[in-house]
């Protein structure tokens, strides 16, 4: 499947000019052929690139490609959620016993005087662990799914359609990332919730299997769905449009003359502004989760009911705060190690030639 899928994501409207250009035989064509200086034909797509953009270490679709898409997002993830394992561990505390802890403010000064500094940093293993194979099937599936769908819908359809293949493409890669995640997240929320429970993964995984097998890590997958699937597609199908919107109407040249460097700014700013809709989404499943996770016995239903409307709201503010920093920083890092290992980073998608002829907007 991988390889008919490097095969044609060549052709793919979310390709890069240049990989489009070699796959038609031009960009090797000599200047005769492919045309001499700017505005001269497909070549000059090439002029638009800033220096050293073309000399990508390989093709877009490639295994190559994916692998490094993969490892981007285990960096991307692991390394974000794991610096703010104190906000996540006090946001959690709120959601399962708000009485105790009434605010992010108050949450914080209660769990330094009952645990300590080294309080805060409780279960930053599995968090590390969790999320960083999250983030691996995250963005490498997505970046699959994105190319395989691109693909079935053809070049003029994937175009017109990108907001739903964002959707789509997301939520397929996340329907994998959270069965890689639901083991840790279960044993991250009992260490951090349940004082005197356990304080390290080795001490929380082997209690929680002898105590109900291997559901214990897995009863919360349906709930993880609930919160990570529309957390994802809003992450991922909001951030593209908002590159696109930016490079659109606020960024004062096209993203091919822009430095890597202005490239990275636009990147945080669209991943914050994705962050935002991203917390608030997901934040409801996100608190069934936590009292799941927390309780023996009981089913996501039962906790729902329990909560009420304003109870699943609880803690909004510190996620929003926590879920906007973390996805700039993810995109951002993600976007650094692309950058880094100069992998094709494709510019936001302009409708196809063939699809402006039939709408009469060229001739």
Same mark, same amino acid.
């Given at each position: 499947?991988?390889?008919?899928?490097?095969?044609?994501?060549?052709?793919?409207?979310?390709?890069?000019?240049? @990989?489009? *250009? /070699?796959?038609?035989?031009?960009?090797?064509? =000599?200047?005769?052929?492919? #045309?001499?200086?700017? $505005?001269?034909?497909?070549?000059?797509?090439?002029?638009?690139?800033?220096?050293?953009?073309?000399?990508?270490?390989?093709?877009?679709?490639?295994?190559?490609?994916?692998?490094?898409?993969?490892?981007?997002?285990?960096?991307?993830?692991?390394?974000?959620?794991?610096?703010?394992?104190? @906000?996540? *561990? /006090?946001?959690?505390?709120?959601?399962?016993? =708000?009485?105790?802890?009434? #605010?992010?403010?108050? $949450?914080?000064?209660?769990?330094?005087?009952?645990?300590?500094?080294?309080?805060?940093?409780?279960?930053?293993?599995?968090?590390?662990?969790?999320?960083?194979?999250?983030?691996?099937?995250?963005?490498?599936?997505?970046?699959?799914?994105?190319?395989?769908?691109?693909?079935?819908?053809?070049?003029?359809?994937?175009?017109?359609?990108?907001?739903?293949?964002?959707?789509?493409?997301?939520?397929?890669?996340?329907?994998?990332?959270?069965?890689?995640?639901?083991?840790?997240?279960?044993?991250?929320?009992?260490?951090?919730?349940?004082?005197?429970?356990?304080?390290?993964?080795?001490?929380?995984?082997?209690?929680?299997?002898?105590?109900?097998?291997?559901?214990?890590?897995?009863?919360?997958?349906?709930?993880?769905?609930?919160?990570?699937?529309?957390?994802?597609?809003?992450?991922?199908?909001?951030?593209?449009?908002?590159?696109?919107?930016?490079?659109?109407?606020?960024?004062?040249?096209?993203?091919?003359?822009?430095?890597?460097?202005?490239?990275?700014?636009?990147?945080?700013?669209?991943?914050?502004?994705?962050?935002?809709?991203?917390?608030?989404?997901?934040?409801?499943?996100?608190?069934?989760?936590?009292?799941?996770?927390?309780?023996?016995?009981?089913?996501?239903?039962?906790?729902?009911?329990?909560?009420?409307?304003?109870?699943?709201?609880?803690?909004?503010?510190?996620?929003?705060?926590?879920?906007?920093?973390?996805?700039?920083?993810?995109?951002?890092?993600?976007?650094?190690?692309?950058?880094?290992?100069?992998?094709?980073?494709?510019?936001?998608?302009?409708?196809?030639?063939?699809?402006?002829?039939?709408?009469?907007?060229?001739?």
């Amino acid at each position: 499947m991988f390889s008919s899928v490097a095969h044609l994501a060549r052709a793919n409207p979310f390709n890069a000019p240049h @990989l489009q *250009l /070699v796959h038609d035989g031009l960009a090797s064509a =000599p200047p005769s052929e492919a #045309g001499e200086g700017p $505005g001269s034909g497909p070549a000059s797509l090439l002029d638009l690139h800033v220096p050293g953009e073309c000399k990508y270490s390989c093709e877009y679709g490639s295994m190559k490609f994916y692998a490094l898409c993969g490892f981007g997002g285990v960096l991307s993830c692991g390394l974000t959620h794991t610096a703010v394992v104190p @906000l996540d *561990l /006090v946001k959690c505390r709120m959601q399962v016993d =708000p009485q105790k802890y009434k #605010g992010i403010f108050n $949450g914080f000064s209660v769990t330094l005087k009952e645990d300590g500094v080294r309080g805060l940093a409780k279960g930053w293993a599995p968090t590390f662990i969790g999320y960083s194979m999250q983030g691996l099937c995250k963005f490498g599936f997505y970046e699959v799914f994105k190319v395989l769908y691109s693909n079935m819908l053809g070049e003029e359809n994937a175009y017109l359609w990108r907001t739903s293949l964002y959707l789509a493409a997301s939520a397929s890669a996340e329907f994998f990332a959270d069965i890689a995640l639901a083991p840790m997240e279960a044993a991250k929320v009992r260490i951090q919730t349940q004082p005197g429970y356990a304080n390290t993964l080795r001490d929380a995984a082997p209690k929680m299997y002898k105590e109900e097998g291997l559901k214990a890590f897995y009863k919360g997958v349906a709930p993880l769905w609930m919160r990570q699937i529309p957390y994802t597609m809003m992450k991922f199908a909001c951030f593209e449009r908002t590159v696109e919107a930016l490079y659109k109407f606020v960024v004062p040249k096209p993203r091919s003359e822009c430095t890597k460097a202005e490239q990275l700014v636009v990147t945080f700013v669209a991943g914050y502004i994705a962050g935002v809709f991203c917390a608030i989404v997901s934040h409801p499943a996100d608190s069934v989760v936590s009292v799941l996770n927390k309780e023996k016995g009981s089913s996501a239903s039962q906790v729902l009911q329990r909560l009420g409307f304003r109870g699943v709201w609880k803690g909004l503010f510190a996620r929003i705060i926590m879920i906007g920093t973390l996805t700039a920083l993810q995109w951002f890092i993600y976007d650094s190690v692309k950058v880094y290992f100069r992998l094709p980073r494709p510019p936001p998608p302009e409708m196809p030639e063939s699809l402006k002829k039939k709408l009469g907007l060229t001739q």
